[in-house]
Structures are given as structure tokens and as C-alpha cells.
């Protein structure tokens, strides 16, 4: 089969990254005899660079012409500026919401063999294996009215939070097809004693889970939430969340896993279902971390497994994401490890070796 495929590097290490994921996708290819027709693109920093603008119209149009997206990482502090009228960041929002990316899929699993890797105590994180779907094109970082302003006591801001019954089903769904799944349970998180979105989301998801009577739907406010990710990981198999509390609570739970560059993720215009490919753009959780840009220290296991995900929703092509998947466990399991996962006894590498290892693996 032909798959045709948006590549958008950005900036700092996502370059870096996104070449040793393309790596194993070669190998795949060579493997199968599947073909991956790749078109890049710009975005972020370097397309503020280029063209004066975060993610140009041409790009989204070669975006909307592919059967997938994956993409590296955006900004840094050349561009962190408050008051400059473009930032890296606005390309992604543009991706997100110009390609309709509601849904963002981010698994956090523990490897066994990185249960020593965190400063939380191994009997704590060990088994945990969970997946978070945070809804991701509304909410405060969409929602209008959105402005800084002046007024006779100061200055004032305003950001607002609106959700619509129709996007919060549909996020909702996605949570509970995945539940189906995984073991059957779903933790909805809100703070519905406080906000009245969060009672409309609370509404809405108790209404869906009548289509699913073999989910146990578990409602969890989102301050309870934030405590036992960290006192009792292992308890969650899928939550799903609106955006900002989504943003804050993956990267605390990015931590268990040890580093965010072990953590992939996908955004999805569509509910992922069995036999169903799903239009998607795949990337690492992690930053553009300009510091370690250009000395092959990254870490690009989060976007290798982003590649492995792209496999499984977009393409449908199940058995070569496994085959990655098991390529991964295989060589952390050897004893191989880049600087942010990096033990005692432990055979440390730089981004390109650790590609190399798991292509080799393929």
C-alpha cells in the first residue's frame, strides 16, 4: 500500500527527532513493502523565519492532501517575546483547529526496566499503563472573548472557557470507545463544583455512557486527579479531560514514565474505532529543548512510538506498529539508554545510536 505522509520538523531537536523516527519508518517500509510518500513542510520558529508567519496556508493545504501528520516540536526563547504578534505556538493551535484535531490520545506506560528511572518509588509506578484523551480545540485556548486590555484601575485579561454539548460528546466518546478496550473503565475528569462547563461535561459524559453499558464511568475532579497520579498511578486505565486541565495533568504524568521524551502522543479528527483509519497528527509530548539541539543528546523514543501510533490509527497498519513497539522494549530491555533515562550500569546513547538500535531491532 501507499500512504502519503506530512513531515513538519520544526524547531530545536524536533529535526533531530523526527529523522530517527523517519528512520524506523524506512525500515518498516523495506520490511512490508508498504511505501511512505513523505511531503515537509514548516512550521513554528523556523516558518516565522522563512515567512513571517507560524503555519502558513500552503502547508495546511499539503497537510489536508496527506493521510497523516507527524510533526517534531515548536518555539524557543528566539521567539518568547510577549509581544511579538506571532509565536511558534500559533502554528500548532493553527494545525489543531484548521485540520479539525479534537482528540489528543497520550498513553503513559511504565517499562519495567525504567521503574528506577523516576524519583517516585518503583512500587508505586510499576504496572502503571494508562491512556489520557484530552479534548484539544476548545476550551480556554480557544474560546472567545480572549484579549489583554486597559482600563482606568490597569490593565485586566480575559480568557473563556466555553465548551458546546457537541464537543464535549464527541471528546467523551472517544474515551469510552478506548475503555471498550482497555479493560472497561473510564475516569471523566472535571471540576464540576466550580465551573459550569465542567457541570455540562459531567451531564453530557453520565448521557454517552448509556450507548456504553460495559464502561464504568467514574466521575474525578480534576484537583483529586492531580493527587493520585501521583499516589496511586496504577488505579487509571483511560481518563479523558477537557484541554488546559489535559495540557497540565500529561505532563505531570509524563514524570512516571521517567522522561517526557519516552511519551508519544496522537491528535485525532475522528473516533478511533476498530477497522477504522483516523486522520491524525503524531508527535513527542516533549519541547523543542534548544539547549540540547545539535548535540545528539535527545532522546527519540516519544516520537518513535508517535510513529508507531500514526501506524495503528491513520494508516491501520496494526502488526508494524506492534513490530516498533517491540523494537523499543527490546533495546531498552538490552540496557540502552539516551541522557534522560540514563542509570548506573547503563549503556548510554546519543539520539542517532538510539534510532540506529531500534531500527536495527525492526
Same mark, same amino acid.
Given at each position: 500500500?501507499?500512504?502519503?505522509?506530512a #513531515?513538519? +520538523?520544526? !524547531? %530545536?531537536?524536533?529535526?533531530e527527532?523526527?529523522?530517527? /523516527? $523517519?528512520?524506523?519508518?524506512q525500515?518498516?517500509?523495506?520490511?512490508?513493502?508498504?511505501?511512505f510518500?513523505?511531503?515537509?513542510?514548516l512550521i513554528g520558529?523556523?516558518?516565522i523565519?522563512k515567512?513571517?508567519s507560524?503555519?502558513?496556508?500552503?502547508?495546511?493545504?499539503?497537510?489536508?492532501?496527506?493521510?497523516?501528520?507527524?510533526?517534531?516540536?515548536?518555539?524557543?526563547?528566539?521567539?518568547?517575546?510577549?509581544?511579538a504578534? #506571532?509565536? +511558534?505556538? !500559533? %502554528?500548532?493551535?493553527a494545525?489543531?483547529k484548521?485540520? /479539525? $484535531?479534537?482528540?489528543?490520545?497520550r498513553?503513559?506506560?511504565?517499562f519495567p526496566?525504567?521503574?528506577?528511572?523516576t524519583?517516585?518509588?518503583?512500587?508505586?509506578?510499576?504496572?502503571?499503563?494508562?491512556i489520557?484523551?484530552?479534548?484539544?480545540?476548545?476550551g480556554?485556548?480557544?474560546a472567545?472573548?480572549?484579549?489583554?486590555?486597559?482600563t482606568?484601575r490597569?490593565?485586566?485579561a480575559t480568557?473563556?472557557?466555553?465548551?458546546?454539548e457537541?464537543?464535549?460528546?464527541?471528546?467523551?466518546?472517544?474515551?469510552?470507545e478506548?475503555?471498550?478496550?482497555?479493560h472497561q473503565k473510564?475516569?471523566?475528569?472535571d471540576?464540576a463544583?466550580?465551573l459550569q462547563?465542567?457541570?455540562?461535561?459531567?451531564?453530557?459524559?453520565?448521557?454517552?455512557?448509556e450507548?456504553?453499558?460495559?464502561?464504568?464511568?467514574?466521575?474525578?475532579?480534576?484537583?483529586?486527579?492531580?493527587m493520585?497520579?501521583?499516589?496511586?498511578?496504577?488505579?487509571?486505565?483511560?481518563l479523558?479531560?477537557?484541554?488546559?486541565f489535559?495540557?497540565?495533568?500529561?505532563?505531570?504524568?509524563?514524570?512516571?514514565?521517567?522522561?517526557m521524551?519516552m511519551?508519544p502522543?496522537?491528535?485525532?479528527?475522528?473516533v478511533?474505532?476498530?477497522?477504522?483509519?483516523v486522520?491524525?497528527?503524531?508527535?513527542?509530548?516533549?519541547?523543542?529543548?534548544?539547549?540540547?539541539?545539535?548535540?545528539?543528546?535527545?532522546n527519540?523514543?516519544?516520537?518513535i512510538?508517535?510513529?508507531?501510533?500514526?501506524?495503528?490509527y491513520?494508516?491501520?497498519l496494526?502488526?508494524?506498529a506492534q513490530?516498533?513497539?517491540?523494537?523499543?522494549?527490546?533495546?531498552l530491555?538490552?540496557?540502552?539508554?539516551?541522557?534522560?533515562?540514563?542509570?548506573e550500569?547503563k549503556?548510554?546513547?546519543?539520539a542517532?545510536?538510539?534510532?540506529?538500535?531500534?531500527?536495527?531491532?525492526?
Amino acid at each position: 500500500m501507499q500512504f502519503k505522509l506530512a #513531515v513538519l +520538523p520544526g !524547531d %530545536g531537536i524536533g529535526p533531530e527527532v523526527t529523522a530517527e /523516527g $523517519l528512520k524506523v519508518l524506512q525500515v518498516i517500509s523495506g520490511r512490508s513493502g508498504h511505501r511512505f510518500d513523505l511531503n515537509e513542510g514548516l512550521i513554528g520558529g523556523i516558518s516565522i523565519d522563512k515567512t513571517g508567519s507560524a503555519f502558513t496556508d500552503g502547508t495546511m493545504k499539503m497537510c489536508r492532501h496527506c493521510d497523516a501528520v507527524l510533526l517534531g516540536a515548536v518555539g524557543g526563547p528566539k521567539w518568547d517575546d510577549p509581544q511579538a504578534k #506571532v509565536h +511558534p505556538e !500559533d %502554528g500548532l493551535l493553527a494545525l489543531r483547529k484548521g485540520l /479539525g $484535531l479534537f482528540a489528543n490520545l497520550r498513553p503513559v506506560k511504565v517499562f519495567p526496566m525504567l521503574v528506577d528511572s523516576t524519583n517516585l518509588k518503583p512500587e508505586v509506578i510499576r504496572g502503571v499503563d494508562f491512556i489520557f484523551v484530552r479534548e484539544l480545540t476548545g476550551g480556554l485556548y480557544f474560546a472567545r472573548p480572549k484579549r489583554q486590555y486597559q482600563t482606568s484601575r490597569g490593565r485586566r485579561a480575559t480568557d473563556t472557557m466555553t465548551y458546546s454539548e457537541q464537543e464535549i460528546r464527541r471528546i467523551v466518546r472517544v474515551g469510552f470507545e478506548l475503555a471498550r478496550t482497555r479493560h472497561q473503565k473510564l475516569v471523566s475528569v472535571d471540576k464540576a463544583n466550580v465551573l459550569q462547563s465542567s457541570r455540562l461535561w459531567r451531564q453530557v459524559a453520565t448521557e454517552v455512557a448509556e450507548d456504553y453499558p460495559e464502561v464504568n464511568l467514574e466521575h474525578m475532579l480534576v484537583d483529586a486527579c492531580a493527587m493520585r497520579l501521583i499516589q496511586n498511578p496504577a488505579y487509571f486505565n483511560v481518563l479523558v479531560t477537557e484541554n488546559m486541565f489535559g495540557d497540565i495533568l500529561t505532563d505531570e504524568a509524563s514524570m512516571l514514565a521517567g522522561s517526557m521524551g519516552m511519551l508519544p502522543s496522537a491528535s485525532l479528527a475522528g473516533v478511533p474505532q476498530e477497522g477504522v483509519n483516523v486522520f491524525g497528527m503524531y508527535e513527542p509530548i516533549h519541547g523543542s529543548a534548544p539547549r540540547r539541539a545539535g548535540l545528539n543528546m535527545a532522546n527519540p523514543i516519544a516520537t518513535i512510538l508517535s510513529v508507531a501510533m500514526m501506524l495503528r490509527y491513520s494508516l491501520g497498519l496494526i502488526a508494524e506498529a506492534q513490530i516498533i513497539e517491540n523494537a523499543v522494549d527490546a533495546v531498552l530491555q538490552e540496557g540502552y539508554r539516551t541522557y534522560d533515562i540514563m542509570s548506573e550500569g547503563k549503556t548510554k546513547v546519543g539520539a542517532k545510536e538510539m534510532g540506529d538500535l531500534i531500527a536495527g531491532k525492526v
